[in-house]
Nanobody, 116 residues
Framework: QVRLVESGGGLVQTGGSLTLSCAVP????????AEWNRQSPGNQRELVAK???????VYGDSLKGRFTISVDNAKNVVYLKMTSVKPENTGVYYC??????????WGRGTQVTVSS
């Protein structure tokens, strides 16, 4: 089963920055879409950011301008740059991509904790 591997999570203070990385198997490229999703305790998984080949990136509420998704096709990596983080950004961040297998492939997630 194809698996993506997220990294870069950890503990960060309110107002700080963090960059998450998602290593994607090269066999999945070219990608049609790449996403970051977040799940916090007691809540459903929600979209954080989505990049597609058809238009500009889409971001969750209140995240545009603070979070940036990007795809490095040469390195097979999807990034999420997080700035001015807030405690409500805490959660497990999952990477997902839609590529040559014509289905979404997911990683196991990386924990991000924002301290107040």
């Amino acid at each position: 089963q194809v698996r993506l591997v997220e990294s870069g999570g950890g503990l960060v203070q309110t107002g700080g920055s963090l960059t998450l990385s998602c290593a994607v198997p090269g066999s999945l490229f070219p990608l049609t879409a790449a996403e970051w999703n977040r799940q916090s305790p007691g809540n459903q998984r929600e979209l954080v950011a989505k990049s597609t080949s058809e238009g500009p990136p889409v971001y969750g509420d209140s995240l545009k301008g603070r979070f940036t998704i990007s795809v490095d096709n040469a390195k097979n990596v999807v990034y999420l740059k997080m700035t001015s983080v807030k405690p409500e950004n805490t959660g497990v961040y999952y990477c997902a991509v839609y590529g040559t297998e014509r289905r979404y492939c997911w990683g196991r997630g990386t924990q991000v904790t924002v301290s107040s």
